[in-house]
């Protein structure tokens, strides 16, 4: 048989429901598919002085797409709009296996997902969905500077 | 006297190098995706590839000669296999993909604005995106006939469906997602009233034996060689002569032509002008040989053995909680494709846990048909589908990955 892929942590995570939802007027949203499967991840998020400070999910896949989500929601509270296109990308190479790093520690649950390929997106449309969220928040927020 | 042909199920299994060399259990219910290669298949395309190799169609050496007779023998294979004496009828492609776009686009000089092309909600991509390609450019209009709740054809209102302006009928024989076989010979009928021409997607039959091709009352059939046990890359687009000689080619270049000059080419006669370059000319061969040997066996203990299979699987899936069927819940005019979802577990979920608890190969997605997808309100279902060498142990472990899978995430 293969090697567990789905560890108790990443059960419990796909479970959680903490930041499932959406948010009452978000300054921005943004949707990640996976085409091969139809998963479809939804990121509300709010902003201010350049950081998050809330953010929710729809999320519509599998364990690990909800799992993912669920513990980006959890991590990206509070941290800077800029680092969202850097944890996207460093997600990606931890999972490609360019990175031993997690992009943060309870990440590390998703480690037995690097040897198989296929599942690879899953974990990473959430994070998809939020660099695009918070690149349109700072793109709107560069435009309304330039307007005044 | 012939030995007797191998028995369906482990018997048979033993023809298929993947299952010899697998070293822990192997459960192998994905072959409406891809079924798994035969011996014969294996061992025509390494001899051609290691021992015969030579382009065909063009020299006149000895081994390019012999290639060439090879590839034209695989032709009358394939024509056998199809219960047909011409062998100019059928022509080879890279799968039934290619061979629907042939299909597609050289039916299209047959549709004006407003003609219209019947589909139906069965349909793989395959068997709808070509349509729509040609639609777009002709100024047709794609209509579907609907599927019941039991993930059959709805021909209740086939009249109202098929009209004066219906030019093309393009179906499934059998479907992909729920097994269902389609009531070919009502749609033959459909067809006939208003001159439509009749396409059969058959990748999903042609891997259950010799297909008779006139019974089926199609006027252009497609499948492709890796359902059907051999290697990947080649499938058959078979068609009436008069239909065939009236097509435009797809692709242009290499042996598919006559003559070439700089103001005019003129096309060769079918089937050489939908092979332009050079063919896949090992997977064709693989593709004969595993023809050549499927008709050697008994489908008539495989048609009850597959079935029997079915039914010990419809009633395993049906004591597990939260499960539900997409597709036909009994066993007339199905073959043994089953799909099924369950309540708040992903298909891909219980796709990657039936494989890691029990080495069950299944397929979890929309199975290239997302419109069906949408007729039963679901993005993704998980599918199981035989083959002859399945056995009740595939069955059984199916089952047991299921329900451990269901108490771990429920």
């Known amino acids: 048989m ?40 939804t990121i509300d998020l709010r902003a201010e002085n350049g950081a998050i400070t809330d953010l929710a999910h729809t999320t519509r896949g599998c364990l690990l797409t909800k799992a993912a989500a669920a513990l980006l929601a959890s991590h990206a509270r509070g941290r800077p709009l800029a680092t969202a296109r850097a944890l996207q990308a460093a997600a990606r190479a931890y999972l490609e296996g360019e990175s031993n790093d997690p ?29 695009d969220a918070a690149a349109s928040v700072r793109a709107a927020k560069e435009g309304a500077q330039g307007e005044e | 006297m012939s030995p007797a042909p191998p028995r369906p199920g482990k018997d048979l299994r033993r023809h298929f190098p993947i299952f010899r060399h697998a070293r822990e259990p ?16 294996a061992q025509a395309l390494l001899h051609f590839e290691t021992r015969a190799r030579a382009n065909v169609k063009r020299g006149v050496y000895r081994l390019a000669d012999q290639a060439t ?10 024509a056998r296999y199809l219960g047909e004496t011409e062998k100019n009828n059928v022509v080879f492609t890279s799968g039934a993909t ?34 729509q390609l040609t639609a777009e450019r002709q100024g047709a209009v794609i209509k579907a006939i609907p599927v019941t709740d039991e993930g059959r ?11 004066n302006e219906t030019r093309i009928i393009a179906t499934t024989h059998v479907s992909n997602v729920t097994g269902a076989v389609t009531d070919l010979g009502r749609l033959r009928r459909a067809a006939d009233a208003v ?22 009352g199609a006027d252009l059939y497609a499948f492709s060689a890796h359902k059907m046990f051999a290697a990947t890359g080649a499938g058959v687009l078979w068609g009436k002569t008069e239909l065939l000689a009236d097509f435009e080619p797809l ?20 089937p050489h002008r939908f092979e332009a370059g050079t063919p896949p000319i090992g997977a064709v061969l693989a593709m004969a040989a595993a023809a050549d040997w499927l008709a050697t066996l008994d489908w008539r203990a495989i048609a009850e053995h597959e079935l029997g299979l079915t039914a010990r699987l419809l009633d395993g899936l049906q004591t597990l909680p939260g499960l539900r069927i997409v597709g036909p819940s009994g066993l007339q005019g199905r073959f043994g494709v089953v799909s099924f979802d369950i309540d708040d577990i992903h298909a891909h979920d219980i796709c990657q846990l039936t494989d890691q608890l029990e080495g069950v190969a299944l397929r979890g997605g929309h199975h290239c048909c997302q419109p069906l997808m949408h007729r039963f309100a679901t993005d993704a279902t998980a599918r199981a589908s035989l083959a002859p060498y399945n056995d009740t142990d595939d069955i059984d472990a199916l089952i047991r990955g299921l329900d451990q899978t269901i108490r771990m995430l429920t």
Request: glycine share 8%; with cysteine.
């Open chain 2, 69 to 78: 007779a090879a590839f034209d023998a695989a032709r009358a294979s394939m």
């Open chain 2, 98 to 131: 290619a061979a629907l776009n042939i299909a597609a686009h050289g039916l299209a000089r047959r549709l004006g604005p407003g003609d219209e092309i019947l589909l139906t909600t069965l349909e793989h991509h395959s068997n709808i995106v070509p349509w």
């Open chain 2, 251 to 270: 692709l242009g270049g290499g042996e598919m032509i006559r003559q070439v000059t700089f103001e005019k080419t003129t096309f060769a006669p079918p």
């Open chain 2, 26 to 41: 192997f459960h192998f219910l994905d072959n409406a995706a891809t079924g798994q290669i035969c011996d014969e298949a």
């Open chain 1, 103 to 131: 992009p943060f520690p309870e990440l590390a649950v998703m480690a037995p997902v690097k040897t198989v390929k296929s599942r690879h997106d899953c974990v990473t449309i959430a994070f998809d969905a939020l660099a």
């Open chain 2, 153 to 163: 054809l709805d021909l209740d209102h086939l009249d109202r469906l098929v009209t």
């Open chain 1, 2 to 41: 293969t090697q567990s892929l789905y560890n108790e942590a990443i059960i419990e995570a796909g479970k959680d429901k903490t930041r499932a939802g959406r948010l009452p007027n978000p300054d921005a949203t943004a949707t990640a598919d996976n085409p091969l499967c139809g998963d479809r991840v």
């Open chain 2, 195 to 216: 001159g439509a021409v009749l396409v059969v997607d058959g990748a999903q039959r042609a891997p259950h034996g010799p297909i008779d091709i006139a019974a089926t």
